[in-house]
C-alpha cells in the first residue's frame, strides 16, 4: 500500500511528461512493480493518461494490470483503445481471466466485445478458441474457473522433453508458475508428475515411468464451492479438471480458489444477515443497489410477521385478563430468535465446508434436542426468576414462573431444531442453505414462540 | 472420496496379513494414495494396526500422512511408536506442521513432547532449532503460519547454482512446490526470482541481475487475516515473513492461506451467529463443548433481554389502557432486529475483507441513514396497512397506522444505524467486530425499539 501510493507521487503531474520524453524508462520503472500496485494507479488516474499509458506499454504487462483492474475501469479503457492494440492486450491473458473481461464487456457494450474476438479470432485464433471453449460454462463451476494454460504430455514423453516444454510455456505464456505436468493418453488424464519429480528425475525416464497415477480431479461442472474443498483438503497448488468422458479440458489453481473461497464467505455472510449477495464491494455498491439488495427480504419479513400481531389478536383476551403475560413477550420469543441463529449458524457453516451433508439430519436432530434441552433450561431457570418477581398483585409468582420457564424451554428447543433442521431441509431440495437466514429463521420462531408461550402460560395460568 | 473407499475395502481386513507377509507391496500400494487419503483410512483404522503400520511406513510418507490426521489421533500414535521412531517421523514434517503437532501434543503430554524435542535436538538439530523458533509466534500471526523450507541465495550467485540449490531443497526437505528463491544480502531481502524467470535467464547470469527488487512482504507478527489478504490480492503463491528488523525469517505458503481463510469465514460465522468459535467439525464436537460454546452467550442475551420485560412493565398502563398497542410489538421489534441484521452482515463481512475500516464511520453513517429511511418508508407504508385493520372498537384505525408506520420507520433506521456502527466501534478498539453478533444486535435493538414504538404510539394515541 505505501509503495502504491510512493508510486502515485511519483506518476500524478510527471506522468504525461515521461510518456512524452522517456516513455521507455517509465515502462522499466514501471515494470518493476506488480501489477496489482499498477492497477490501484491506474484506477483513479486520468482516463486520457491511461489510454496513452496502456498504448505503450508492453502489451503483456498491460494484460497483467487490465486484469486487476474493476470490470467497469476495464470496459472504459477498452472502448478508447483502437480495436487492434486491445485485442493485442487481451490476447496476451491469461484465459480464464480474458472470458471474464468479455463477459463483463458484452453485458455494457455486446458491439464491443464482438468486435475484439474478430479481431483476436484473426490475430490470435487459439487465443480466440479457448474463449469459446470457457465462455460455455457459468462463472460458479470448475469449467468457469479454469485456465487452458497447462503442460499435457504423453506418457512415453522423456523428462527432458517435458522439462523443455514447461520452459516453453513459462516463455511464451507469461504463466508464473508451473507446478505439475499432466499425462495424458488419447485425451484421458492418465496421471501427474510434479516439477519435483521432474527435476529429481533422470532425464532419460519416461513420463509414464515416473508419474503418480492416482490424480484428484474434478469435473468441469463441479460448483466452485467442491472445487474450493478438495484443493483445500489436499493442499494442491492446481487441480486438473476433466469433462463427463473424462478428457483433461483445464487447470484450476489456487490462486483462483482463494478468491472463490473469500467470495463464498461474504455470499453466505450476507445470505445468512438476509441481504441478497453483493457484486462490489460495500463502498462501491450504489445506494439504489444497496436498497434493492435489502427490501425484498426486509418486505418479506415484515409481511411474514404480521402473523405475529395475528397471533396476538387471537390471544388478546387472555392479554387483557393477564396483562403481565404481554411483558415476557419480547423476552421469550428473542430467546427462541438466538437459540435459532445459533443453530443456524453452526449447521448452514458445516454445510458449506463439507463436514455435514443433509443426510445427516437424524443425528443433527438427536444432537441438538440434546443440546437445545439443556440450553432451555438453564434459560428457564433464570427465567423463573425474573417472572417470580415480576408479577402484579393478582398474579401468583410461582404459576408465573412455572409459565415463563416452561415456555422458554420450549421457545429455545423450537429455535434450535428450526435453525438446524431447516438449512439442511433447503439443501436438500438444491437451494442455497444460506437463505434461511439468522433473519428468517428468527422470524419464523416468532411466530411459534408466540403460539407455544401463550398456550403454555394460558393453560398454567388458567386464563 | 470414492477412492478412499475402495481403499479402505482392499485395507480392512486384508491390512494385518499383508503387514506380515508382504510389507514392501503395502507401502508401494500406500503411496501411490495421497496422504490425505491415507489418513482418513487410518483415522478409522485399529489403533495397533496403524502403530505397526507407522513402523513400517517410510518415514518421510509416515509425516506427511501423520500431518493430515486429527490432532488426537496424532497424539494416540505418538504415545505408542517408541520416541525414537516418533522422533524421526516428525523430523520429516515441514516445520510448520511439526510445530502445530508439538504445541497439540504439549497440551495432552507435555511430558511426550519433551522428550520427543529431545530425541529430534539429537538426531536433527536444525529441525529443533526451527521448532524452537517457529514456536515462539501465536498460531494465528504471520510468523504461526510460515514455514522455514525456502531458497535465500545471496545476489551474486549464478542462476545455475540457484537451480542447483532448489533441486537439492526438493530432494532433501520433499518440499513439492518451490516457487520463488529469494535473495538475501547480509540476512535483508533484497529481491525475489520466481521459477519462471530462473528457467527462462542465462544459467551465467547473477541473481541480482535477474531479481525483482519490489517484494510484496508480511511481518512475523501480522495477523493471518491480513497474510491472506495480501495472498489473494496478489496471487502469490507464497509471502517472505520479515522480522522487525527486515531479516527475512519464513514464507507463508498459499495452501496454508486457504486454510485460513476457510478457518477464519468458520469462526466469523459462529460469532455472528453468538456462538463461541469451535475448534474441530460440528460432528467432532462433543455435546458438552457444544454446550459451552452456545450457553454464555445465550445467557447473557437473556438475562440483557430482561429489559425488554422491564420496559414493558414501565409501560404497563398505557398497554392496559390501548391493548392493541401490544399485539404490535413482535412485528416492530423483530423489523428492528432484521435491518440491524443486515447492517451488521454487511459491514462486518466488508472489515473483514478489507473494504471498509473503522476511520470510514461517517460514510457508513450516512450511507445508512439514506437507505435505511428507505426502508423504514418501505415497511412503514405495509406496517400502516396492517394497522389500519387491526384495531378494535375503541382504536381510530389512522392513529394507529400512523403510530405503527411511525415507529416502524424509526426502529428500522435505530436497527442499521446500530449494525452498522457497533461493528466500526468494536474493532476500533481492537476486539473482532463478529462478536456483535446478529442475536446481539437483534437483542439491543429490543430493548430501544420497545422505548421507541411505546414512546411515539403513546404520543400518538394520547394513552
Chains 1, 2 share one sequence.
Not at 34 to 51: K, Q
Request: proline share 3%; net charge negative.
Amino acid at each position: 500500500m505505501m509503495r502504491a501510493m510512493r508510486l502515485a507521487t511519483l506518476l500524478g503531474p510527471d506522468l504525461e511528461d515521461a510518456l512524452k520524453t522517456d516513455p521507455d524508462a517509465l515502462h522499466d520503472a514501471l515494470e518493476e512493480f506488480h501489477p496489482e500496485d499498477v492497477a490501484e494507479i491506474v484506477e483513479e488516474l486520468d482516463l486520457e493518461l491511461t489510454v496513452e499509458l496502456f498504448n505503450k506499454l508492453p502489451d503483456e504487462f498491460a494484460a497483467d494490470v487490465l486484469t486487476c483492474l474493476t470490470s467497469e475501469r476495464q470496459t472504459e479503457i477498452l472502448e478508447r483503445l483502437s480495436r487492434r492494440s486491445a485485442a493485442d492486450i487481451l490476447s496476451e491473458m491469461d484465459p480464464d481471466d480474458l472470458v471474464d473481461v468479455v463477459q463483463e464487456l458484452r453485458e455494457e457494450d455486446a458491439k464491443l466485445a464482438d468486435d475484439l474476438l474478430a479481431h483476436i479470432e484473426e490475430a490470435a485464433p487459439e487465443v480466440a478458441e479457448d474463449v469459446r471453449e470457457l465462455s460455455a460454462y457459468p462463472e460458479d463451476v470448475a469449467g468457469g474457473l479454469m485456465t487452458t494454460d497447462y503442460v499435457a504430455l504423453t506418457p512415453e514423453t522423456k523428462v527432458w522433453r517435458a522439462i523443455e516444454e514447461v520452459r516453453r510455456l513459462a516463455l511464451d505464456v507469461g504463466v508464473e508458475t508451473i507446478n505439475y505436468v499432466y499425462v495424458v493418453f488419447k485425451g484421458k488424464l492418465v496421471g501427474v508428475v510434479s516439477m519435483r519429480d521432474l527435476i529429481l528425475s533422470e532425464s532419460s525416464q519416461e513420463l509414464g515411468d515416473v508419474m503418480t497415477e492416482n490424480v484428484v480431479t474434478v469435473r468441469v461442472t463441479d460448483d466452485q464451492e467442491l472445487v474450493a474443498r478438495t484443493i483445500a483438503k489436499y493442499d494442491f497448488t492446481a487441480l486438473p479438471v476433466l469433462d463427463e468422458q473424462g478428457n483433461l479440458r483445464g487447470l484450476v489453481t489456487v490462486d483462483d480458489v482463494v478468491d472463490v473461497v473469500i467470495e463464498e464467505a461474504t455470499e453466505d455472510a450476507h445470505k445468512m444477515g438476509a441481504v441478497q449477495a453483493l457484486e462490489e464491494g460495500y463502498f462501491e455498491t450504489n445506494l439504489a443497489q444497496m436498497f434493492r439488495s435489502r427490501v425484498l427480504w426486509l418486505s418479506l419479513l415484515f409481511v411474514g410477521g404480521f402473523l405475529t400481531a395475528t397471533v396476538m389478536e387471537r390471544f388478546s383476551d387472555q392479554l387483557a385478563r393477564a396483562m403481565t403475560l404481554a411483558v415476557f413477550v419480547p423476552l421469550i420469543i428473542s430467546s427462541g430468535g438466538n437459540s435459532g441463529s445459533q443453530s443456524a449458524s453452526l449447521i448452514i457453516r458445516a454445510l458449506a465446508v463439507g463436514d455435514v451433508v443433509p443426510s445427516d439430519w437424524l443425528r443433527v436432530f438427536g444432537r441438538e434436542v440434546l443440546v437445545s434441552l439443556a440450553l432451555g433450561l438453564v434459560l428457564g431457570v433464570l427465567g423463573f426468576g425474573r417472572a417470580f418477581f415480576a408479577g402484579g398483585p393478582d398474579d401468583d409468582p410461582v404459576l408465573l414462573g412455572v409459565a415463563v420457564s416452561l415456555s422458554t424451554v420450549g421457545v429455545v428447543m423450537t429455535g434450535s431444531l428450526l435453525g438446524s433442521l431447516l438449512p439442511l431441509g433447503i439443501q436438500r431440495v438444491g437451494l442455497d442453505p444460506a437463505v434461511s437466514s439468522t433473519p428468517f429463521i428468527a422470524s419464523l420462531v416468532d411466530v411459534v414462540g408466540l403460539l407455544i408461550y401463550l398456550t403454555i402460560a394460558g393453560a398454567v395460568l388458567g386464563v
